[in-house]
């Protein structure tokens, strides 16, 4: 593949080892520009992501009343919002600026995953072609570690992780991507790094074979990830039919090369269609929610209705990832 101008975007949901994705892209010789969020007691490493394109998609977000940690986010409604023109410009404007002068540059932050028809608006915007690196990870160690973080509540984290997962793949379906195991890379980073080099089309020289053994014997360790678990794990999870296995099953696959083409686009249909009905009730919940909040906002009686929503949103959660039908 050629391209005047390229970027590579890496795709995945909070927790799933975007940053250390992020920084394997890295290592192949893309620059990440030098406004990187600093390392803290959640990732030691560092994020690896621009910390002005982290404000401006929470800017993105705020048009709906959303955040990083929102189900049912509407893409279609940030773009019907008259303020999301300004931001587009802004957000287009800052990477004109800082990524210019190169041919190939990298980004990375979780919201934009869920943003890509944004996105793609700016990328046509700077004349770069967009090729997307998506991490894969099991859904039970990023609920997990959401929880520990405090940023989300194991079912919470389930049904984010499906929604994140299920934009970025299907926002992607006829673009250059590669899918990354998280996990394949403690242990086989050599071998996983010239796998993204190839499906990248990007050079490996001297120089980045030296950052690749950097990366593998320096920069990962086993308490970057965490916890780990298989496929049996999961499926003990969730009763039969799960979207939520369904879902993980396949793009492991593709992570793995097992999987790609017709066979992996016919799947996803089918995957898909089960989806849909889903992500209608994420969004309706979500409008409900906010409809809440700003009817009762300087109101004393917010905490009845309120609490109400909470008990609902819950027990819908409950009934998904028990494989209920109804929920399906």
Avoid at 39 to 55: A, C, H, L, S, V
Avoid at 87 to 104: G, H, Q, S, V
Wanted: glycine share 6%; with cysteine.
């Amino acid at each position: 593949m050629t391209a005047a101008r390229r970027v590579i975007v890496v795709l995945g949901m909070q927790r799933s080892g975007t940053s250390t994705i992020a920084r394997a892209v890295h290592t192949l010789g893309v620059t990440l520009g030098n406004n990187l969020l600093a390392p803290n007691m959640f990732n030691p490493r560092g994020y690896w992501e621009d910390q002005r394109i982290w404000k401006l998609n929470q800017q993105f977000l705020d048009l709906i009343g959303a955040s990083h940690q929102t189900s049912g986010v509407n893409c279609g409604k940030i773009l019907d919002h008259p303020q999301c023109e300004k931001l587009i410009a802004r957000t287009t404007a800052y990477l004109r600026k800082e990524f210019n002068a190169y041919t190939t540059w990298g980004l990375k932050d979780p919201h934009i995953g869920r943003l890509l028809p944004i996105w793609k608006i700016i990328f046509h915007r700077l004349n770069v072609r967009p090729s997307y690196v998506i991490a894969i990870r099991n859904p039970l160690s990023i609920a997990e570690s959401l929880e520990r973080c405090g940023l989300a509540d194991r079912e919470s984290g389930f049904v984010l992780w499906l929604e994140n997962m299920h934009s970025a793949v299907s926002e992607t379906l006829s673009d250059h991507r590669v899918f990354v195991d998280y996990d394949q890379l403690f242990g086989r980073a050599e071998s996983q790094l010239l796998r993204m080099a190839r499906a990248l089309d990007l050079p490996v020289g001297p120089e980045q074979k030296r950052n690749i053994e950097v990366f593998a014997n320096h920069f990962l360790s086993d308490n970057l990830r965490g916890s780990s678990y298989g496929l049996p794990q999961l499926r003990a999870m969730f009763a039969d039919p799960s979207i939520f296995y369904d879902l993980y099953e396949c793009v492991r696959m593709a992570a793995h090369d097992q999987i790609a083409g017709d066979a992996l686009s016919d799947r996803w249909s089918l995957i898909s269609r089960r989806y849909a009905d889903i992500h209608r009730c994420l969004i309706a919940g979500s409008l409900q929610y906010q409809h809440l909040l700003e009817r009762y906002q300087n109101r004393n009686r917010i905490w009845k209705p309120l609490k109400k929503m909470e008990k609902m949103v819950r027990t819908g959660r409950k009934k998904l990832m028990q494989g209920s039908r109804a929920a399906l």
